[in-house]
């Protein structure tokens, strides 16, 4: 069993729709992490947690470290959105040595 | 952007030779990593460093090497490439936050790598 586990694997949603991704590990962590990758582009990092909630934007993250659980939402999604989102944790601090999961397919239609 | 860059960004080789990535950063920070990115595995650490000269692997580093001797620059060496190391190769740095213990990553372009 892999130590984070992403669901969903893919998703397609319309545009304007309300979007979450979550995210569960299985091991203490310092930091976790999401990131998003365009097609054939780079890695983004959108938040970095270790308690409670961020919001950047339109984009949310929330972490709760007593279930070992991590959500992104998306809210008013766009098709420039479309992506993949990782989740990754670190398990130690100092070398954020990250842990990642498999990548969550996002794709949104006008 | 945290002043990363990759070179070469695309590169195809024959089994059996020796190649090297190299990995620049600007901004001096301490740790840097390598990573590999395959469908169905997602990003995988191979190697990382926390200063030069000092260098751990991580959870894929068999056939890969590293040397870090400046730290700008962290080089990634496979002695003798193998086609199951066709892949796409990332750097990264991690940056301290201000006020935070925390280190927030940061990732390089990538590194496009097909062994024939």
């Known amino acids: 069993k892999n130590e984070v586990e992403q669901s969903p694997q893919n998703l397609t949603a319309q545009e304007g729709e309300f979007i979450t991704i979550n995210c569960s590990y299985s091991v203490g962590i310092s930091a976790l992490h999401w990131l998003q990758q365009h097609p054939g582009g780079g890695i983004v990092s959108l938040f970095m947690l270790s308690s409670g909630k961020k919001k950047h934007g339109r984009l949310i993250a929330t972490i709760n470290i007593q279930e070992k659980h991590s959500s992104l939402h998306i809210t008013a999604s766009h098709p420039r959105d479309s992506a993949v989102y990782i989740c990754a944790v670190g398990r130690v601090q100092g070398a954020q040595k990250l842990v990642f999961g498999q990548g969550t397919r996002l794709t949104i239609n006008p | 952007d945290a002043g990363i860059t990759q070179s070469p960004r695309h590169k195809v080789t024959e089994t059996g030779t020796p190649v090297t990535l190299r990995c620049h950063q600007t901004e001096n920070h301490r740790y840097m990593y390598w990573y590999r990115q395959d469908p169905g595995h997602g990003l995988r650490l191979i190697h990382y460093s926390y200063g030069v000269k000092d260098t751990d692997k991580g959870e894929v580093s068999d056939g890969y090497s590293v040397s870090r001797s400046k730290t700008e620059d962290f080089l990634l060496t496979l002695e003798s490439a193998t086609s199951s190391q066709t892949s796409v190769y990332f750097c990264?740095?991690?940056?301290?936050?201000?006020?935070?213990?925390?280190?927030?990553?940061?990732f390089g372009p990538g590194t496009r790598l097909t062994v024939l």
């Open positions: 990264a740095i991690s940056v301290g936050l201000a006020g935070s213990f925390l280190d927030e990553q940061f």
